[in-house]
């Protein structure tokens, strides 16, 4: 009698940390939220994304954000996760290994810019296109309305 066997799952470069742990129960109350600034400027509803007990890499995370607020894997780099209450930010390896009784709140945030991105002067920042004259703003319009929703809650 031949035993049916399943194929070994592969190993993230982080372990396992990106996956829900398998004895999770779906209906645990969500212990970690990544709030979002774009939901303000859009006038949609402003719910965080919400996540059960587990262990949870940061850079995913982030991917999951930037993705909810349509912003491009090519941008994915400038923002981060901010903890307010202590003003921390969070490298992308980080993980966070949560249980039930924890409770995160982030911010998903643009973490890097510099000066002249919006100029349009001489000194205009550009991104290098691959035919001469074909060079590109910066920063897209949704990484821009996301960086002006963050400005109007900052200021």
């Given at each position: 009698?031949e ?6 799952v ?6 396992t940390?990106h996956r ?20 303000s400027?859009a ?10 007990p ?18 491009s ?10 903890r ?19 409770n995160?709140?982030?911010?998903f945030r ?27 703003p910066v ?16 200021l």
């Amino acid at each position: 009698m031949e035993t049916a066997s399943c194929p070994p799952v592969p190993v993230h470069q982080n372990g396992t940390a990106h996956r829900e742990p398998r004895g999770s129960r779906p209906t645990a109350a969500p212990v970690l939220r990544v709030h979002l600034y774009h939901s303000s400027l859009a006038g949609l509803d402003s719910t965080p994304l919400s996540y059960p007990p587990g262990d949870y890499v940061v850079e995913q995370l982030c991917v999951n954000a930037a993705k909810e607020c349509s912003v491009s894997p090519l941008y994915c780099s400038l923002f981060g996760l901010f903890r307010e209450r202590d003003g921390m930010w969070f490298p992308p390896n980080h993980v966070f290994q949560l249980d039930e009784y924890a409770n995160e709140d982030m911010v998903f945030r643009i973490r890097y810019y510099f000066p002249g991105w919006y100029s349009s002067g001489a000194t205009r920042a550009y991104r290098y296109g691959v035919t001469k004259g074909s060079e590109s703003p910066v920063l897209d319009d949704f990484v821009m309305a996301y960086l002006f929703a963050q400005v109007r809650v900052c200021l």
